[in-house]
């Protein structure tokens, strides 16, 4: 009985653990409820250089990527972990969307259009973007009672996200944004605080 020759050994190798990692993926698949889940979230864990290969971020779905691409599968332990914390995620999700809902429908325009208004606000976020002009910045802030007011510009001591200034602006318009209602002002002015304008 003559022996079989393997004339690239590798790469016979690479090939048998290639199509032992894709049955236990198949297998894996048939048999684990919300698998396709659970890939989507561990996917998240992978960065991908320029030749397609991946590297695993630190942590649990770090470790879960690599061991589906290691081995193809999951534990069950394993898989279950994961629809926990995907689990817990949406509820966390579900949660902030509910509370985001109850604070929208009690958002109201603040001030008359035209008119001058003093405001404390917080900027929570801001979005920039090139126009004809340069730079456009549109800051999202709120005030003390969590109304929006949206300044798009750059004015001279504005507050940067997670800073709080008092301003006086003139209210530009009122509008509604995905249900919640905004007001826009212009030419704002930062308000010195007292022990400033003291010294």
């Not at 779905?61 to 193809?72: C, E, I, R, S």
């Not at 603040?110 to 929570?124: D, F, I, N, R, Y």
């Not at 009672?145 to 510009?153: E, H, Q």
């Amino acid at each position: 009985m003559s022996e079989t020759h393997i004339e690239y050994p590798e790469a016979y190798a690479a090939a048998r653990r290639r199509n032992i990692i894709h049955n236990a993926r198949k297998t894996w698949l048939a048999s684990t409820p919300r698998a396709h889940e659970i890939l989507d979230a561990v996917d998240e864990a992978r960065d991908y250089n320029g030749r397609g290969a991946a590297t695993y971020k630190e942590g649990f779905a770090g470790a879960m990527a690599f061991a589906l691409d290691t081995y193809g599968k999951l534990t069950p332990k394993q898989s279950e972990a994961v629809l926990k914390g995907i689990d817990a995620r949406a509820a966390r999700k579900a949660e902030w969307a509910s509370k985001q809902a109850a604070l929208d429908a009690d958002r109201v325009h603040v001030g008359e259009v035209g008119a001058k208004v003093t405001l404390v606000l917080t900027c929570v976020h801001t979005i920039s973007f090139e126009s004809s002009f340069g730079t456009v910045w549109i800051n999202i802030c709120e005030d003390a009672d969590k109304n929006a007011i949206i300044y798009k510009g750059n004015a001279n001591g504005f507050p940067q996200k997670g800073e709080t200034a008092t301003i006086i602006a003139t209210v530009k318009e009122h509008g509604v944004r995905n249900g919640v209602k905004q007001t826009v002002i212009q030419r704002p002015k930062v308000v010195k605080q007292l022990e400033e304008v003291a010294a």
